[in-house]
Nanobody, 125 residues
Framework: QGELVESGGGLVQAGGSLRLSCASS????????MGWFRQAPGKEREFVSA????????YYSDSVKGRFTMSRDTASNTAYLQMSNLKPEDTATYYC??????????????????WGQGTRVTVSS
């Protein structure tokens, strides 16, 4: 699966924007999905967004739909998460992950076999 490395986290005021990146050093197969998850202190890891690598079809959780946009660059094997209109409740460590195949439950963390180290996002009110 290769290594996944996230970047782009930081501190931002409510209403602001950030763009997260996830660079993959491994081969990205056609039949693959990339996902973004987040975990706030004391809470379970939750699904944020996913994208099919071949077609760029995207999926979002209800909590971020309309504010976050996931995309990918197949040439550089990099996935992105553009986050806009950020809210304090978006504060969390964000993880990117890779899943073999495009079937199954892409919202479930256990479906993903490779994970990055995480990047911290803090939204101040």
């Amino acid at each position: 699966q290769g290594e996944l490395v996230e970047s782009g986290g930081g501190l931002v005021q409510a209403g602001g924007s950030l763009r997260l990146s996830c660079a993959s050093s491994g081969r990205s197969f056609v039949d693959t999905m990339m996902g973004w998850f987040r975990q706030a202190p004391g809470k379970e890891r939750e699904f944020v967004s996913a994208i099919t690598w071949a077609y760029g079809t995207t999926y979002y959780s209800d909590s971020v739909k309309g504010r976050f946009t996931m995309s990918r660059d197949t040439a550089s094997n990099t996935a992105y998460l553009q986050m806009s209109n950020l809210k304090p409740e978006d504060t969390a460590t964000y993880y990117c992950a890779k899943k073999a195949g495009t079937s199954g439950f892409y919202t479930r963390a256990r479906e993903y076999s490779a994970w990055g180290q995480g990047t911290r996002v803090t939204v101040s009110s």
